[in-house]
């Protein structure tokens, strides 16, 4: 996801990090199948992703549409979404991979390569903040107020997403040292964001020696779009009320396995 030019390529690549993670914490699970409380944090860290993700997708998606000050606007919910993703400290995404690292802990495995995904999130989504700045602004101001209560519900999701996994911290408190969670959150934010300032003052002061890749044949991407009934169900999954339905659906089908099997 480094190396993509696209904000949502980025963005994909990242969901593929927290399949990782979902996955580690799934091992974890299966290794002691009776710890009640690393099934409810994995339960969390789906649904709390899912509107982290689909918040930054769809502001994603209309950002090229956005002038100057509508773009600071977005900006503060999509950051709120992307440091829930990171794991920034008082967020519900510490929360949630705190409990992860302490469960991959106690069966004996390196927790502290938890850490490392945090800073892969967030080289991620300082890349993807990058990519967005880079796109030209919008050359009039596009009104809001059609769907104001649709970037009303926007926020919304962004702050769920931030604040949800919070609510289980009176039946689940922190595990651990919960400073020293909080200081080590902190560490990775301040430490990618070195990373990215370096690495964009070597790109553009330092001269690297150029290479080029060897092209790979061409994919017959045009026999796929021959499929008519994919090409229409794409097309109505990019409207508003579908992914609401469809994510609504999706949260409601996890909340029921997880309250409904033993």
Known sequence: GACATSPKTVLAWSSVGQIGLLTAGLGALLWAPENDALRTVLMLLMISHGL??????IGAGQW???SGSQRQLIGSGMA???L???GAPFSGGLYIKSWLAHAVQVQGFASHLL?????ATASAMLRFGWLLKQQPLANQRTPLVENYWLWWVWFSVCAIAWLMPLLWYWWL???GNWIASNVTALGVV???SCLAVATRYISTNVTTLSFTLPLMPPLPWHRASRFRPAWVVERKLRHWSVMGCFLTGVSL???SIYFYLP
């Open 253 to 255: 089908l996890f909340l």
């Open 80 to 82: 709120l979404a992307a």
């Open 84 to 86: 829930t993703l990171v």
């Open 115 to 119: 850490t490392l995904t945090s800073l």
């Open 52 to 57: 982290a993700k689909a918040a930054l997708f």
């Open 173 to 175: 408190p922190y595990p």
């Open 190 to 192: 301040i430490a990618s």
């Open 64 to 66: 090229g549409r956005l």
